[in-house]
């Protein structure tokens, strides 16, 4: 079934390791988005992508790089993972603008150590 | 600042009609306002989305205030399946970023 899948689904890692989210959408959605969701609280947007090699950031990037080669993929990285960034990562994807409705994957429950 | 509202919770008896509601306090005449909810442990799920005039949907209805500063949510019948936290969201202008609201958790008494 098409989709988005995130992975891994859990994700246990030490402060100062650096860490991958993978996220794979199989509907060819132009604009892809990455939110945490931090324990009792709402989404915030990290970075977002409107197309291949096209990103830019939301709310609270610091920390977190991203990149979009390939445009069914867009991994997130940590590339020194802090306590503050344990978190409910999900992934979205939406077509062709902003304003269609975004389709979320299931998240990645990360913990840092 | 930009900023979008809710109340931090909701209750409803079950089948009684639900009105959710949702301020944003800028928003450009471009910008759809989406509604999406969330069950425990899972990712938000799309409800329904509308520019200006209201909208329905075999979830819900949408109606939007006239200055788009504030719209509604509308669930006919409430059910036990209906619980979750329910969040609008403003997408990116020219002025800011994607901004979800804080959510409202609906609580369905049986």
Same mark, same amino acid.
């Given at each position: 079934?098409?989709? !988005?899948?995130? +992975?891994?689904?859990?994700? &246990? $890692?030490?402060? %100062? ?28 947007? !990290?970075?977002? +992508?409107?197309?291949?090699? &096209? $990103?830019?950031? %939301? ?55 | ?110």
């Amino acid at each position: 079934d098409a989709g !988005i899948t995130q +992975s891994p689904r859990y994700k &246990i $890692t030490e402060t %100062g390791r650096q860490v991958t989210l993978m996220c794979h959408q199989t509907w060819s959605h132009s604009y892809m988005f990455w939110y945490r969701q931090d324990l009792g609280h709402g989404l915030r947007l !990290i970075y977002y +992508s409107a197309a291949a090699d &096209i $990103t830019d950031k %939301g709310e609270v990037p610091d920390g977190y790089v991203v990149s979009r080669s390939k445009t069914e993929n867009f991994p997130l990285t940590l590339e020194s993972a802090t306590r503050s960034q344990t978190s409910v990562y999900f992934c979205a994807s939406s077509d062709r603008s902003l304003n269609q409705p975004q389709h979320f994957g299931d998240g990645t429950r990360l913990s840092i150590l | 600042d930009a900023k979008t509202t809710q109340p931090n919770s909701m209750e409803s008896n079950e089948e009684e009609p639900v009105h959710l509601p949702c301020n944003h306090s800028t928003i450009s005449g471009t910008d759809y306002i989406h509604w999406y909810r969330q069950l425990p442990s899972q990712g938000p799920e799309y409800v329904i989305h509308g520019l200006t005039s209201n909208v329905n949907n075999r979830m819900a209805s949408l109606a939007i205030a006239e200055d788009r500063k504030s719209s509604t949510l509308i669930l006919h019948r409430a059910t036990l399946r209906d619980a979750a936290v329910y969040y609008c969201l403003r997408p990116k202008t020219s002025y800011d970023k994607v901004i979800f609201g804080p959510g409202t958790s609906l609580s369905v008494i049986p």
